[in-house]
């Protein structure tokens, strides 16, 4: 484990859009066991963020209880951040959100967080279409308790203590799509050329945005009988497209040859260029993208890539019709009625 | 209260009716012929769903609009149609408006189901109001209390084709009835009904007609009016009738609340009803029709205050109202603002608990969950509003000191101030006052900055400096957690680090005294041996009681606490009397074992006077309890 960071910058290293390079948004040194599949998430985030060109203090990190949740210190230090209570960042985020509209919300979370817990609040920020990236980081196994089973283990699969998961496994995604996600993703943290452009989508995309990331522990569950393991997930992972992510003023050019894609435009302009591998694979219909992992799942495969996305649907502050400056810069002038108005109030009481 | 209080006739019957107060008395019995003007107690027994409820409210508003002071209480059941609910009525002229104790003067006894319990609490000489369209059982009759039958349900199958009209239009009868019984001026309702059918003109006429339905058919039929009787005064001043539930929500409105996640709880849903009502007529951007706030019901208690709290780490004045079990469940969270330093603004309606308890019956019994809300060492700042008028300026306040001092600010109400209707002083804001947004810290100070640490004590106060995320690009960002952190919230496991920061925590907490709103005395009696300690709800009846005391020998000063943690005076207070009460409502002396605690003083100091039945402690009670406190010891002291 490093235990320090080199403040050795290469000059010349590439700068962004708004003169920063991707070490501008890097977090403290992780303290994640060596292998984690959870740095490699944060790399992603790290270099998704660079290259979009965004201002690290335009984005606030959020994360609940847990291994994943530890990880948003390892990345955007000129960011704000707030580890919330074990399986309540949802709550948090949604009220962080409401106070200010304008700020990039980059949720991370962990499967025992998101999945057991934080079941009831996950389940209802997907609902309230919050303009968020809900991440998260999925090992099928308790890290920081030392290995116990998780909910969203397969079942029949045995931990590395020997105990059996006795039970069905929930499936995040799956929730996620049927209670109205508006963007849902499959990714596996050891596919950056995957990962990188799909949370740059999931940044760009106005609305909630959800990524499960088959993230494997190399501490306590990568043992043979694990299907979180990296040697299970590599082969078994299917992926239905290739994506890729063009921003906004960028001339296409991007690796997916010509004529084998299909673009999605997102809300500010930038494009989701998806190259399908499978031509069945539909990105446009939700009810499909479930039957699609279960049909996967039930072959011992994980899908992965974008599994869906409405680029129309509305957001949390559409629904409420919020004013358009942000709540937390509302002045008092705005927000209180004022002497007179109290005065004709105690009329009515009268 | 502006005017001398004249000796209250009945409290002095009812303190006397009670055989521990009976020693040195004479039994004396209401006189019978002179009438008792402007104090009295008239209860409503119904039944749920039936809409008695804006009848009832009808009869109350008219009282105060000839200018008599009036208190009311609903007591009402957990359910939505078919089972027992009372409106205890209270007319007195000295301002004595809480409840009284003993039995009812005037029963109107509408609910077949409650009917024997209701005869039961009809005192000696009093009246009771009810349906005679049948004949009520040889068992309903007893001696001693006047029967006044009207055929409410006839009257309403004859002059009504509507079966919900047939229902609605009895309890106007009754009202009309009652304020021929008890010389109500008949065009103070006809206005209140006006007022009350603004903008659905149709219902005026059928309504003042049920009016003079029960006026004409008791003037017809009775001896009227009663002994008991109103006359017009002049004593309601600028005050208003209003719960205190509206009070919270709209001092949220005034004091700039724009975040509110909350989740649906009886007594305290109508805060959050009110805000948003209010919101939505005055925080509405005028060019775009947009609104200027944000209300997500949430999926339960515990996303209700996490999203409060994630709106108060952005900057956005937020809160949400609750009652027991929310509190309960809401403990970890509190636990979170309070170690990440959080403000956050939290209303607590309390109703009798444990566990669902009595979720429509009133208490004060939240005051150790609150105050040590959480696991590990917390302390949370309470403000105990005792009128609608506090709960308006307590509500508006509690967002400048969470502000202030970046930490959870609960405002204690109860059900009985937050869902009664109380006279009150209007509500009051000063346009020159501006809100106290506390050590946040904008980009230019920022930039002057050499060294940003969010948990850094720099002006020793112990409260440190905040920023806001989105505030600067590369200076004052932090990431804040529930876990230990050093001075500039870089996690730490290094016991120093963490000793140093609950030190300060408990040093901010201490400075939190200095902004709380000061303790308020009511003496004046030089030779008072007795201090009473009381706080919230309670105010009303122990003001009346003290009254009752003095007529009896017995001098009290009063002290009302208006905040946790405790001032200086409140110590002082205690230190200056040889016996101290503190009166509350609840089982096991929650306010006095928050004072002994905190203010390190042998519970035997305080004696408490308690009531957890979950109905509004009486002023018989207070001083009945007191008196019956000070003889033994007199007893003692002369048997040693």
């Known amino acids: ?350 | 209260m502006s005017h001398q209080p004249k000796k209250s006739q009945q409290a002095v019957k009812n303190l006397q009716a009670n055989p521990s107060l009976t020693s040195n008395q004479s039994q004396t019995s209401k006189p019978n012929n002179q009438p008792i003007v402007n104090d009295f107690v008239v209860k409503f027994a119904n039944t749920n769903g039936t809409g008695s409820a804006s009848a009832n409210h009808m009869f109350a508003k008219s009282i105060m609009r000839m200018g008599i002071p009036v208190g009311a209480k609903n007591i009402f059941p957990s359910n939505i149609q078919g089972a027992p609910t009372w409106y205890e009525v209270r007319v007195n002229e000295n301002n004595f408006l809480g409840r009284r104790g003993g039995k009812t003067d005037i029963m109107v006894a509408m609910n077949a189901q409650s009917l024997m319990n209701d005869i039961l609490d009809v005192c000696d000489g009093g009246y009771l109001i009810y349906d005679n369209s049948k004949t009520l059982p040889d068992q309903f009759v007893k001696p001693n209390i006047h029967y006044l039958g009207i055929p409410i349900s006839n009257i309403c199958l004859k002059e009504f084709q509507n079966p919900r009209q047939r229902q609605l239009f009895k309890n106007v009868i009754y009202i009309g009835a009652l304020a021929a019984l008890l010389k109500i001026d008949f065009s103070v309702l006809r206005t209140l009904v006006s007022d009350q059918f603004k903008g659905k003109e149709k219902l005026i006429t059928p309504n003042v007609y049920a009016l003079e339905l029960g006026h004409q058919y008791a003037k017809t039929h009775f001896d009227c009016p009663l002994n008991y009787q109103v006359q017009r005064r002049e004593l309601i001043g600028n005050r208003i009738l209003v719960d205190g539930n509206t009070g919270c929500g709209l001092g949220a409105v005034f004091g700039g609340a724009t975040v509110v996640g909350w989740y649906p709880i009886t007594p305290s849903t109508s805060v959050i009803e009110k805000f948003n009502s209010y919101c939505n007529r005055l925080r509405i951007d005028p060019a775009t029709g947009k609104k200027n706030f944000a209300i997500v019901q949430a999926e339960d208690e515990i996303a209700a205050i996490g999203m409060a709290i994630g709106g108060g780490f952005n900057g956005a004045r937020s809160f949400t109202a609750t009652s027991g079990p929310g509190i309960s469940l809401m403990s970890e969270f509190l636990g979170l603002a309070y170690f990440a330093e959080v403000p956050v603004v939290l209303i607590n309606i309390q109703r009798a608990g444990p566990s669902t308890g009595m979720p429509t019956r009133t208490q004060q019994s939240d005051l150790i969950s609150c105050a040590y809300a959480s696991h590990g060492d917390t302390k949370h700042i309470l403000l105990f509003p005792s009128s609608p008028y506090e709960c308006f300026e307590m509500t508006a306040m509690a967002f400048d000191l969470s502000d202030r001092l970046q930490t959870p600010v609960i405002v204690m109400s109860d059900l009985d101030l937050g869902m009664n209707e109380h006279l009150s002083p209007p509500f009051t804001y000063n346009d020159k006052q501006k809100y106290d947004l506390g050590k946040v810290l904008s980009v230019r100070e920022l930039d002057e900055l050499s060294h940003y640490g969010r948990y850094q004590d720099v002006d020793g106060d112990g409260i440190c400096y905040r920023t806001l995320p989105g505030t600067h690009p590369d200076k004052g960002a932090y990431f804040t957690r529930g876990t230990s952190r050093n001075a500039n919230a870089v996690y730490s496991e290094k016991s120093s680090d963490y000793v140093q920061n609950m030190q300060r925590l408990e040093k901010k907490f201490k400075q939190a005294k200095s902004y709380m709103p000061k303790a308020e005395t009511l003496s004046g009696f030089n030779k008072a041996q007795i201090g009473v300690l009381y706080f919230g709800s309670t105010t009303q009846a122990i003001v009346e009681s003290r009254h009752l005391l003095m007529e009896q020998g017995i001098p009290v000063d009063l002290m009302r606490i208006k905040a946790f943690p405790f001032g200086k005076e409140i110590e002082q207070f205690i230190e200056s009397y040889a016996k101290i009460f503190i009166i509350e409502q609840n089982r096991d002396g929650q306010m006095r074992t928050l004072l002994s605690n905190e203010l390190n003083l042998d519970p035997k100091r305080l004696t408490p006077v308690l009531c957890f039945d979950g109905l509004s402690i009486t002023a018989n009670q207070i001083a009945s309890d007191i008196l019956t406190d000070v003889k033994v010891q007199d007893v003692n002291q002369k048997a040693c």
């Open chain 1, 1 to 350: 484990m490093s235990y320090a960071k080199s403040k050795f910058k290469h000059k010349d290293l590439p700068v962004n859009d708004i003169g920063l390079t991707y070490r501008d948004y890097e977090g403290a040194i992780s303290t994640l066991c060596a292998g984690c599949g959870h740095d490699s998430i944060s790399s992603a985030i790290v270099h998704a963020c660079a290259e979009l060109s965004i201002e690290p203090h335009k984005i606030v990190k959020m994360s609940g209880i847990g291994c994943s949740s530890k990880a948003p210190n390892y990345f955007l230090n000129n960011a704000h951040g707030f580890n919330t209570v074990h399986g309540r960042m949802p709550s948090v985020t949604t009220g962080a959100n409401m106070a200010n509209k304008d700020l990039t919300y980059l949720a991370m979370s962990g499967d025992g967080d998101s999945a057991s817990i934080g079941l009831g609040q996950f389940a209802h920020v997907v609902r309230r279409q919050l303009n968020m990236v809900y991440m998260v980081a999925n090992n099928g196994v308790y890290g920081l308790t030392k290995g116990q089973l998780a909910a969203t283990s397969d079942k029949g699969v045995i931990s590395k203590t020997g105990d059996v998961s006795l039970f069905n496994d929930i499936d995040l995604c799956t929730m996620a799509l049927q209670l109205g996600a508006s963007f849902v993703a499959r990714c596996f943290s050891g596919d950056k050329r995957q990962l990188i452009p799909i949370i740059k989508a999931a940044i760009a995309h106005q609305g909630f945005a959800f990524i499960d990331i088959i993230s494997p522990c190399v501490t306590f569950n990568n043992h043979q009988d694990s299907t979180r393991s990296y040697d299970y997930v590599q082969d078994h992972v299917i992926t239905g497209a290739i994506t890729d992510f063009v921003p906004v003023k960028d001339e296409i050019s991007c690796e997916i040859p010509e004529g084998t894609f299909e673009d999605v435009c997102l809300h500010d302009g930038s494009i989701m260029r998806i190259q399908k591998l499978d031509q069945s694979y539909d990105t446009n219909n939700r009810y499909k993208a479930m039957n699609d992992i279960e049909e996967h799942k039930s072959k011992g495969e994980i899908l992965t890539g974008l599994l869906f996305i409405d680029p129309t649907a509305r957001t949390f502050h559409e629904l409420n019709d919020t004013t358009d400056t942000p709540l937390n810069q509302l002045k008092q002038e705005v927000l209180c009625p004022g002497e007179r108005i109290l005065g004709s109030i105690n009329n009515s009481f009268r």
